[in-house]
């Protein structure tokens, strides 16, 4: 179980209403889920559990009240996230939709974009995928040759996204393409939000191939989109002004989930200790000593969560230290895997009993193998260093042509 925060009689009332309310409607089948949530939401009961949420008001609770959040602060959703994982049911969210998309059209959308978009991603109606890297362009993000061509009120977009994670299960895809080919990189990039369907049920496009992963799962896809069409309304932060949404979804996307990170991996390092004393290593002075070095960062990682979640709610959007967290997490994660490997021994290299044919690592084995993409997503564990170097501690940029 977490430990606690006492957070002050706010945060205590709060507490015992989410408490209340998990007590009396946590799903059966979902409990003691551990998987990613792109995996968890293909679970039998899933779908029924979003649901349920929603109706409660438990959906992008960060989002101000007037766009159907509920303005919850970093302290109240440190605790939303707590008494999940006390429950033992996954939070489920709206995804990319809730914490990269939602705020950025809530900073840079009109009026009638935000009427038309948050509602829809709060109900589910629109489920979203992000379209960014391209088989050239991943940390060097202004280099996108996806190409968006205004015709009528509608812009026609082709090109190749790679890595494009939960694309299968996706209704939308917030889109960057070049719609001035004659502009500087990063001025003549628009950020647009692309239907994956046409009205009719086709496809808007879109080709979507699987990669499959050394986990063994394919949660990500290629995408080869083909004049998809998306009317002018859905660009987002005006045609060729693309490049300032992208910065704030990044920094939603290294820094937004930050209060998350170590209730799931206080979770996580109690499974171990509970895997240690089975294998009687809880003795073991260098187990003990990493055991130590770990409960360590994950209480770090709590501190560092909430001073994130305060800037945001002084700048509304996180800033260039939401890189701090992203690299911090990450290699901590990874590190941890590691660790985990090496008190298991020779039981991590063997895959567990199965049927013939089919490829099942366990969880310790899924989480070493899936933790070497963390320090990949979302930028770099190398630009994360760089952002925080140039933008947090002000050191002299990286010269041009160094790499
Ligand atoms: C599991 C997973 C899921 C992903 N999901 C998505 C998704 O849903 N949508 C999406 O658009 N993308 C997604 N990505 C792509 C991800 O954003 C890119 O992989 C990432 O930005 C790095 O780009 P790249 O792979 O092209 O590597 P590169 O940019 O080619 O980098 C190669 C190496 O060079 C280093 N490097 C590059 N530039 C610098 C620099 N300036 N200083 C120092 N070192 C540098 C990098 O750190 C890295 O080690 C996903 C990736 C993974 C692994």
């Not at 994982?85 to 705020?103: C, D, K, N, Q, Y």
């Not at 299960?169 to 003549?188: E, N």
Request: charged residues 25%; hydrophobic residues 35%; aromatic residues 8%.
């Amino acid at each position: 179980m977490p430990t606690e925060l006492d957070l002050g009689p706010d945060a205590r009332a709060f507490r015992d209403e989410v408490r209340g309310w998990l007590e009396a409607n946590r799903p059966e089948e979902l409990l003691g889920v551990d998987a990613e949530p792109l995996a968890v939401q293909r679970l039998p009961g899933a779908e029924t559990w979003a649901r349920r949420l929603h109706e409660a008001g438990l959906m992008c609770v960060s989002w101000p009240k007037e766009y159907g959040g509920r303005a919850l602060g970093g302290v109240e959703v440190a605790v939303l996230n707590e008494e999940f994982a006390r429950a033992g049911v996954p939070r489920l969210t709206r995804g990319m939709g809730e914490w990269l998309v939602g705020p950025s059209i809530i900073v840079w959308g009109t009026d009638e974009q935000k009427a038309h978009f948050l509602p829809r991603i709060i109900d589910g109606t629109d489920r979203y995928c992000q379209g960014f890297s391209e088989p050239d362009a991943g940390s060097d993000l202004a280099s996108l040759k996806t190409r968006g061509v205004v015709d009528g009120d509608e812009v026609v977009i082709s090109g190749q996204k790679v890595w494009t994670s939960g694309a299968q299960a996706a209704s939308m895809m917030f889109c960057l393409c070049r719609t001035d080919p004659d502009a500087p990189k990063h001025k003549g990039i628009s950020y647009v939000l692309v239907p994956m369907r046409r009205d009719d049920g086709s496809s808007n496009g879109f080709e979507l191939r699987p990669i499959k992963q050394m986990t063994g799962q394919s949660l990500f896809t290629e995408t080869f989109i083909t004049e998809a069409r998306a009317p002018l309304f859905n660009v987002i932060g005006g045609l060729h002004g693309g490049w300032r949404v992208t910065m704030t979804t990044l920094g939603n996307e290294r820094g937004g989930n930050a209060t998350t990170q170590h209730v799931q991996y206080e979770n996580q390092f109690r499974a171990v200790l509970a895997e240690v004393r089975k294998l009687g290593r809880e003795k073991d002075p260098l187990v003990r000593q990493h055991l130590a070095w770990a409960w360590t960062r994950v209480q770090i990682m709590r501190y560092q969560g909430l001073r994130t979640l305060s800037e945001v709610v002084a700048r509304k959007e996180p800033g260039p230290a939401s890189a701090l967290n992203k690299m911090f997490w990450s290699e901590y994660a990874q590190r941890f895997a590691e660790l985990v490997v090496n008190i298991r021994g020779a039981d991590s290299m063997v895959l567990p009993e199965q049927q013939s044919g089919s490829y099942e690592p366990d969880r310790w084995q899924r989480s070493f193998l899936g933790t070497r993409s963390v320090t990949i997503w979302g930028g770099t564990a190398q630009v994360q260093r760089n952002i925080v170097g140039e933008r947090v501690l002000g050191l002299p940029k990286e010269p041009p042509g160094e790499r």
